[in-house]
């Protein structure tokens, strides 16, 4: 069945990986922010972060034959209790739905219903249709994504990290992964990538070599009621256990700590107290060791972020690490998140 996807503009290319990623499928067309697929249900769809509808395709035209093909399509069939229609035009273009009144298509399809109805705030039957340049795409509405991330931001949290990501965009990590069951998190934080995949149901494993840290993460996934997590105070490098999907944010905030190579020994250093050419030096040699490490341990995929100043992709491939997609997040003039899939 054929189904489309009403995709955010905020990032429309990390929207569009993020529901090929969840589905798991390649086979799309993509046209202006509208998204089809051929699928056989939509269930998981609710875990979206930058989606925010989701349609049964119907039928498509051109604003030229519009009327009859309303006139001649069997509404009946997709017809439930009431019914409303909308209109909306996405791209500038030769067309678009000037002259088209709601009032008129509505009446047509009144006129193909047994005992019809119209509710125009809870209809049960919410029929939309999108006007891209001289092209109509009709369809029925089948979820909204009312999502509520905004509740979750780092600063309504009990305990606060004040690098800790958009809520938003911790969801769309874990389904640019297409996580099932279980992630591991080893930077885990103050829990905001734990917290997410907690409450679409898979469980939350977090690593963290800070007790503090651990500390946060436990509080504030019990303040969500989250029940099963798994919180394991130890050093990210140092991690054996294998795991199928891991996602994170890794550390590169002037206020952290990182622990490299000197010798024979680890030494402790404060990204605070180096300059900028020699804090991108022990980053590098942090993310090296770390990304040697999760080679080892990575079963299926991770999703990764880095800051831009760092020459991410030579440690990758120094890794012996497949990277198989990447997206860049602006954040100020001087941090762009890039965000990476690897294999």
Known sequence: MKYLFLLSKEDLKLAKEEVLSLFNTRKHKLVDNLLFLDLKDT???ERLAYTRKVYKYL?????KDLTKK????????????DFAIKTYQLEAGEGGREGINERTLAGYIWRKLKNPKVDLTKSKTQIEFFFIGNKVYATKLIKELKQDFEKRKAHKRPKLHPTALNPKLARALINLAG????????????GGILLEAALIGIKPIGYDLYKEMIKRSKTNLDYYKVKKYKLINQDALKIKNKYNYIITDVPYGLNTSIWIKKGKKNQKISLKQSNQKQ???????????????????LKIRAVIIFPNYVNYKRLIKKA???LEKEFSQYIHRSLTRKIVVLS
Do not use: H, V
């Open 179 to 190: 996580a099932e069951k279980e992630i591991m998190d080893p930077f885990c934080g103050s």
């Open 43 to 45: 269930q998981k769809a």
């Open 59 to 63: 039928f498509e035209t051109n604003k």
């Open 70 to 81: 309303i006139k001649d399509f069997d509404w009946q069939s997709i017809y439930k209790k």
């Open 279 to 297: 804090r991108i030096k022990n980053l590098e040699e942090f993310y090296l060791t770390f990304l040697k490490n999760l080679k080892k341990i």
């Open 320 to 322: 012996n690490l497949k």
